[in-house]
T-cell receptor, first 115, second 114 residues
Framework: AQTVTQSQPEMSVQEAETVTLSCTYD???????LFWYKQPPSRQMILVIR??????QNATENRFSVNFQKAAKSFSLKISDSQLGDAAMYFC????????????FGTGTRLQVFP | EAGVAQSPRYKIIEKRQSVAFWCNPI?????LYWYQQILGQGPKLLIQ????????DSQLPKDRFSAERLKGVDSTLKIQPAKLEDSAVYLC????????????FGPGTRLTVT
């Protein structure tokens, strides 16, 4: 069975600085997708960034980028130029590439952003 | 475009009572998901519908939980009877189809069982 581990329950960063959230996963599959979701307090969970396992290039979305290390089964999220609106729970998630949409989530990292 | 709607937003019940949650997905989305998010944990998929058929309900506690999506649009999730450990946020999500489509989440229903 696949598992997703987020070892940082909480992280903090100052506005305009850079922060990295860690995620490791375990799978025996070769085809899969990895995601980072953001869940602001009392608001909808939204997709931040996704990475296909077959792509060697790390995904980037504006200030958000990932460091995907397939051999190490590591998938970290880097937030550059942090903003107050980035404060939220961040969840790492895994989805098999074999005919399923089931997302397997980690336990989340709460990010605080200080002015 | 309207997002995924859920109601109620909050619900407090006593154990052994029953409760129902409602979800209206984004228009045109064929796939609907119900997740359970216990405090301090990530969401866990309870059931997935494709139109009005069940795709995956392997983690649904079928002795007390039930869900339906009769017309392939909105859906209800029911718990009967509720237990203390059912206290959680119940998230509904929808996507255009199966495999490869982004899931869009609703705001969730926070259930407290006392």
């Amino acid at each position: 069975a696949q598992t997703v581990t987020q070892s940082q329950p909480e992280m903090s960063v100052q506005e305009a600085e850079t922060v990295t959230l860690s995620c490791t996963y375990d799978t025996s599959e070769s085809d899969y997708y990895l995601f980072w979701y953001k869940q602001p307090p009392s608001r909808q969970m939204i997709l931040v960034i996704r990475q296909e396992a077959y792509k060697q290039q790390n995904a980037t979305e504006n200030r958000f980028s990932v460091n995907f290390q397939k051999a190490a089964k590591s998938f970290s999220l880097k937030i550059s130029d942090s903003q107050l609106g980035d404060a939220a729970m961040y969840f790492c998630a895994y989805r098999s590439g074999y005919n399923t949409d089931k997302l397997i989530f980690g336990t989340g990292t709460r990010l605080q952003v200080f002015p | 475009e309207a997002g995924v709607a859920q109601s109620p937003r909050y619900k407090i019940i006593e154990k052994r009572q029953s409760v129902a949650f409602w979800c209206n997905p984004i228009s045109g989305h064929a796939t609907l998901y119900w997740y359970q998010q216990i405090l301090g944990q990530g969401p866990k998929l309870l059931i997935q519908f494709q139109n009005n058929g069940v795709v995956d309900d392997s983690q649904l506690p079928k002795d007390r939980f039930s869900a339906e999506r009769l017309k392939g649009v909105d859906s209800t999730l029911k718990i009967q009877p509720a237990k203390l450990e059912d206290s959680a946020v119940y998230l509904c999500a929808s996507s255009l189809g199966i495999t490869g489509y982004e899931q869009y989440f609703g705001p969730g229903t926070r259930l407290t069982v006392t």
